[in-house]
């Protein structure tokens, strides 16, 4: 028999928890896996002279599959050139939002709050951001960013629809037309 335990504060099954050998559940994004197989459980028990012991032998088998970068529900994930494409990748088939913005952007700012209220109402997506600065400049130019803020909106690992300028509105409708698509 297996038992198959996800340890996370929300943690959601990718396939539904079966307690046979050949299931395959797999622990959504920021979760820990833990597999226990119990080899063999013997109960003898005894009454006045007779006596009670329980054995059992038990293996562990633990995999986090957090190593590296992470994401949290309802929260925005800041992001550079090492660590978006793996989280992109991760998300699997959710819509991903990458906010490319730059620290002297003054629509940037304004839309950082309006931003991060998106992550709270859309918890199926994920929203990360990346400062377009010097160090994250080849992500930038490989996601073709022109001005900022620009909102690229992934599906799949792919770049479905754009957003560019502080257009709260234009973004909300994009982000409802690739959910539901």
């Known amino acids: 028999m297996a038992l198959n335990l996800c340890v996370s504060p929300k943690c959601k099954w990718v396939a539904s928890p079966s307690l046979d050998s050949g299931s395959s559940l797999r622990p959504s994004l920021g979760s820990c896996f833990v597999n226990i197989n119990i080899a063999s459980v013997s109960l003898n028990l005894s009454a006045g002279t007779r006596s009670l012991s329980l054995r059992r032998s038990v293996s562990v088998r ?83 960013i022109k001005v900022v803020p620009t909102f690229k909106i992934l599906k799949d690992n792919k770049v479905v629809k754009e957003v560019t300028g502080a257009k709260y509105d234009d973004l909300v409708a994009a982000i409802d037309t690739v959910r539901l698509s």
């Open 62 to 144: 633990c995999s986090l599959e957090t190593a590296g970068p992470t994401v949290t529900v309802g929260q925005v994930t800041e992001v550079n050139k090492d660590t978006f494409w793996p989280i992109v990748k991760a998300a699997g088939d959710k819509t991903v939002v990458l906010d490319m913005y730059t620290q002297w952007c003054g629509p940037c700012k304004v839309m950082a709050p309006k931003f991060q209220e998106l992550s709270k109402k859309y918890e199926d997506v994920v929203f990360l951001k990346l400062d377009c600065n010097q160090d994250n400049r080849p992500l930038a130019k490989e996601l073709g």
